[in-house]
């Protein structure tokens, strides 16, 4: 098995714990008042192993096969580098208000500091990074296509649900930090 290939798969599985751990160590320390998740959660679980089976399987084909793959390895491994940081950034930044599901907590607070004051969703922008970057080191266009078109749907359901349930729970205080920020790209979406 190629190098590459082993070092992808790993890290793949790595971040899969490292979310894991993440949710486990978050549901642990939490009084949830209110959920609002709508399965939302496990849709989102359902569309990033679609994506991730169907974007592997194929990768392992000469179907959709860029022959640049030292390039592609090294761009793809910069986009998941980039990915984490933000992703592990808007973590740290929520400190007590991350979840998981879509939730309101004991003395829930809107954060609007560091990178949420430019965007709202700077977890989900992560994330979609990352998954960006290991299709990429797959090195197959129609990879990547496989792993982003079912996680973006699946991400943007989430945001849905998420924004409502928000604006719901917080009202106009949401309401205008809409107006204020973009959902993932800053001055663009």
Same mark, same amino acid.
């Given at each position: ?23 486990? /160590?978050?549901?642990? *320390? ?7 998740? *709508? ?22 084909? *000469? ?54 004051? *430019? ?8 994330? &979609? ?26 991400? &943007? ?25 973009? /959902? ?6």
């Amino acid at each position: 098995m190629n190098i590459k290939l082993i070092i992808i798969i790993a890290f793949s599985v790595l971040y899969g714990i490292f979310e894991i751990f993440m949710s486990r /160590r978050q549901q642990s *320390k939490r009084e949830i008042s209110t959920s609002g998740d *709508k399965g939302s959660v496990w849709l989102l679980t359902l569309s990033i192993s679609i994506g991730f089976w169907l974007s592997f399987i194929m990768a392992s084909t *000469k179907i959709g096969r860029i022959y640049h793959w030292d390039i592609l390895f090294v761009i793809g491994s910069f986009f998941v580098i980039i990915g984490l940081i933000i992703r592990v950034t808007s973590i740290l930044t929520l400190k007590q208000q991350f979840t998981y599901t879509v939730t309101k907590i004991e003395n829930h607070e809107l954060i609007q500091a560091g990178i949420y004051k *430019k965007i709202r969703h700077p977890g989900y922008l992560g994330q &979609l990074i990352i998954f960006l970057g290991i299709s990429t080191c797959l090195s197959n266009w129609i990879s990547i296509l496989l792993m982003i078109i079912p996680v973006l749907l699946g991400y &943007l359901n989430r945001i849905i649900v998420e924004e409502k349930f928000m604006v719901r729970h917080m009202g106009q205080k949401y309401l205008d930090y809409q107006t204020q920020t973009k /959902r993932l790209i800053p001055m663009i979406y």
